[in-house]
């Protein structure tokens, strides 16, 4: 099998297979969110602490509200910033591992019987097998979907793997 990168332009070949690593785009590290949250949040409590001393109570307290609300916000961020899918084909099997929000689950499929396809509802590539199924392509724009699943489908074809 040709596992030159103009056979193969999203996969990374390596001796033993090949791998798929797709995941979020994330131009922000939830290290470099938490020095924003503490900006804002210096910043917020001033405001409030500075109407709290002129008279108006109210604002420190909407204040606080205001900063558990883009604590909860930037928490649900930071939590699925590593969200990943990671695809190898190695010797005889397909692996799909899927990372959410720290949970990975990982489903192994025998070469031989594995289907790939598109997935009509989401518009993300299904791998089928072994009675599993499992939906990847989720970190891809949807053009270069098509692109995965032809990748996909000539890897597990290929029986020098």
């Given amino acids: 099998m040709d596992r030159s990168s103009s056979s193969f332009q999203l996969a990374k070949a390596s001796e033993d297979g090949l791998d798929w690593t797709l995941q979020r785009n994330c131009s922000v590290t939830p290290a470099q969110l938490g020095i924003c949250f503490l900006c804002l949040s210096a910043v917020s409590l001033a405001v409030g602490l500075f109407f709290w001393f002129q008279g108006a109570v109210l604002v420190?307290?909407?204040?606080?509200?205001?900063?558990?609300?883009?604590?909860t916000a930037?928490?649900?961020?930071?939590?699925?910033?590593?969200?990943r899918e990671r695809i190898s084909v190695r010797g005889g099997q397909l692996v799909v591992e899927v990372e959410r929000?720290?949970?990975?689950?990982?489903?192994?499929?025998?070469?031989?019987?594995v289907r790939i396809e598109p997935q009509r509802l989401h518009g993300l590539v299904e791998v089928k097998g072994g009675g599993r199924s499992v939906c990847v392509g989720r970190f891809l724009r949807a053009d270069l979907r098509v692109l995965l699943a032809r990748e996909l489908r000539q890897a597990v074809r290929s029986a020098s793997v």
């Fill in 74 to 83: 930037f928490l649900i961020h930071a939590r699925h910033a590593a969200d």
């Fill in 101 to 113: 929000a720290g949970r990975v689950e990982r489903c192994e499929f025998v070469r031989e019987w």
């Fill in 60 to 71: 420190l307290p909407f204040a606080v509200l205001e900063l558990i609300a883009l604590a």
